[in-house]
């Protein structure tokens, strides 16, 4: 039987090349913690990790090394981000279309009197900018959004979103797990002031690695989630003021970053726009394809225009789950069903409680692959 890939939003598959290979070098050869030792095992970890941020930098236009904050998920991420930044009596702005990683949180700090408006997108999930003008409150402080959808792969307008957050003196935080490695994201001119990053999707790289990259004055209003030995300022008790430090308490996930510095390595080489050109390929031959299909209804956006290489179907008179188990039990396809820790964004697409089967593909798949799991839904949806 085939053996077919197609949950790339949870997780890709395979990484990039020689990901693996870094990770057993360090663990192998190298070994060492960074910030703590000064023997040239330390020395050349450390210059690893610093390549490492230099190279997300170049990935999303940011200028500053010290200001990318290594993490072990985005979830982590957001949580420091939320929980950090926003105080008893701030509100923000959400879309509907968020994942749990944020709303989770938020709802947490609700207890302490922080406050949310969650903007609704339409039933393909697009959002309109000016909805964001509507809800604007006096005590708003801060937008928390995702940059696509996990469900359905509806892009939300990062640009148009960005400079209402500039004129109306707003905090602007991306969630970029869909999209991070497969679509640009320009800190400067999408006005930016932290994005929060995995390393195991878009990027190629291993699961545990993951971070934010924030602007100066947002690292400054913020106050650290986790203390604890930095290997900086060891005289003193309390937190260092300055970047990364203020952030990255504890032994980071040194052989997560070493394999990440050769998944970005490959990302460079061969650009991502190339990548993801040839995923778009394959999500157009999917969706011409699914069209049709009787009995399966598609979720989100019909063609490739502002959408990613995510897709989901919810199948008419049929538990999506036992659509997903067939196809990995007998022709060996595997998806996601199910509601993808993101309710909000199902009952903004109509498919709550039920879910939908989700494919999502990257540049890695093939057209026989493709052609393969349209042939195994046409029999499937009869």
Same mark, same amino acid.
């Given at each position: 039987?085939?053996?077919?890939?197609?949950?790339?939003?949870?997780?890709?598959?395979?990484?990039?090349?020689?990901?693996?290979?870094?990770?057993?070098?360090?663990?192998?050869?190298?070994?060492?913690?960074?910030?703590?030792?000064?023997?040239?095992?330390?020395?050349?970890?450390?210059?690893?990790?610093?390549?490492?941020?230099?190279?997300?930098?170049?990935?999303?236009?940011?200028?500053?090394?010290?200001?990318?904050?290594?993490?072990?998920?985005?979830? *982590?991420?957001?949580?420091?981000?939320?929980?950090?930044?926003?105080?008893?009596?701030?509100?923000?702005?959400?879309?509907?279309?968020?994942?749990?990683?944020?709303?989770?949180?938020?709802?947490?700090?609700?207890?302490?009197?922080?406050?949310?408006?969650?903007?609704?997108?339409?039933?393909?999930?697009?959002?309109?900018?000016?909805?964001?003008?509507?809800?604007?409150?006096?005590?708003?402080?801060?937008?928390?959004?995702?940059?696509?959808?996990?469900?359905?792969?509806?892009?939300?307008?990062?640009?148009?979103?960005?400079?209402?957050?500039?004129?109306?003196?707003?905090?602007?935080?991306?969630?970029?797990? *869909?999209?991070?490695?497969?679509?640009?994201?320009?800190? *400067?001119?999408?006005?930016?002031?932290?994005?929060?990053? &995995? +390393?195991?999707?878009?990027?190629?790289?291993? *699961?545990?690695?993951?971070?934010?990259?924030?602007?100066?004055?947002?690292?400054?209003?913020?106050?650290?989630?986790?203390?604890?030995?930095?290997?900086?300022?060891?005289?003193?008790?309390?937190?260092?003021?300055?970047?990364?430090?203020?952030?990255?308490?504890?032994?980071?996930?040194?052989?997560?970053?070493? +394999?990440?510095?050769?998944?970005?390595?490959?990302?460079?080489?061969?650009?991502?726009?190339?990548?993801?050109?040839?995923?778009?390929?394959?999500?157009?031959?999917?969706?011409?394809?699914?069209?049709?299909?009787?009995?399966?209804?598609?979720?989100?956006?019909?063609?490739?225009?502002?959408? &990613?290489?995510?897709?989901?179907?919810?199948? &008419?008179?049929?538990?999506?789950?036992?659509?997903?188990?067939?196809?990995?039990?007998?022709?060996?396809?595997?998806?996601?069903?199910?509601?993808?820790?993101?309710?909000?964004?199902?009952?903004?697409?109509?498919?709550?409680?039920?879910? &939908?089967?989700?494919?999502?593909?990257?540049?890695?798949?093939?057209?026989?692959?493709?052609?393969?799991?349209?042939?195994?839904?046409?029999?499937?949806?009869?």
């Amino acid at each position: 039987m085939n053996r077919v890939y197609f949950d790339q939003a949870a997780t890709s598959f395979p990484k990039a090349p020689g990901v693996g290979d870094a990770m057993k070098y360090y663990l192998e050869n190298v070994g060492a913690n960074i910030n703590r030792g000064v023997y040239s095992s330390a020395l050349s970890a450390e210059e690893i990790v610093l390549e490492t941020r230099e190279a997300l930098c170049r990935l999303f236009n940011f200028q500053k090394p010290k200001n990318v904050i290594f993490t072990m998920n985005i979830t *982590q991420s957001l949580n420091m981000l939320l929980k950090g930044l926003l105080k008893p009596n701030d509100h923000c702005i959400v879309s509907s279309m968020e994942h749990n990683a944020v709303m989770r949180p938020l709802l947490q700090l609700g207890s302490l009197g922080i406050s949310f408006t969650r903007v609704k997108g339409n039933s393909q999930g697009f959002l309109d900018p000016q909805d964001l003008i509507k809800a604007l409150q006096e005590n708003t402080r801060a937008v928390i959004m995702t940059h696509a959808s996990n469900v359905c792969g509806t892009i939300l307008p990062l640009k148009e979103i960005g400079k209402i957050c500039k004129n109306h003196g707003l905090i602007f935080i991306v969630d970029s797990a *869909q999209t991070a490695g497969s679509l640009t994201i320009d800190l *400067q001119d999408d006005n930016i002031d932290a994005l929060a990053f &995995t +390393g195991h999707k878009g990027l190629l790289g291993p *699961q545990g690695i993951g971070g934010f990259l924030i602007s100066t004055q947002l690292a400054q209003e913020m106050d650290p989630l986790f203390a604890g030995g930095t290997g900086s300022l060891s005289d003193r008790e309390d937190i260092p003021p300055f970047l990364p430090d203020k952030f990255e308490a504890g032994t980071p996930n040194i052989p997560g970053i070493f +394999g990440l510095h050769r998944a970005l390595a490959y990302l460079e080489k061969e650009g991502i726009e190339n990548l993801q050109s040839r995923a778009m390929e394959l999500t157009g031959l999917f969706l011409e394809g699914v069209q049709d299909l009787k009995n399966i209804k598609l979720i989100g956006p019909p063609g490739l225009k502002d959408r &990613t290489a995510v897709v989901s179907l919810d199948f &008419t008179g049929k538990d999506n789950g036992e659509i997903a188990y067939i196809l990995e039990k007998d022709y060996g396809i595997m998806t996601r069903s199910g509601l993808h820790c993101a309710p909000s964004a199902h009952q903004t697409l109509g498919t709550f409680p039920q879910g &939908t089967v989700r494919f999502s593909f990257s540049h890695f798949n093939t057209t026989e692959e493709i052609n393969y799991a349209l042939q195994a839904l046409s029999n499937i949806a009869k």
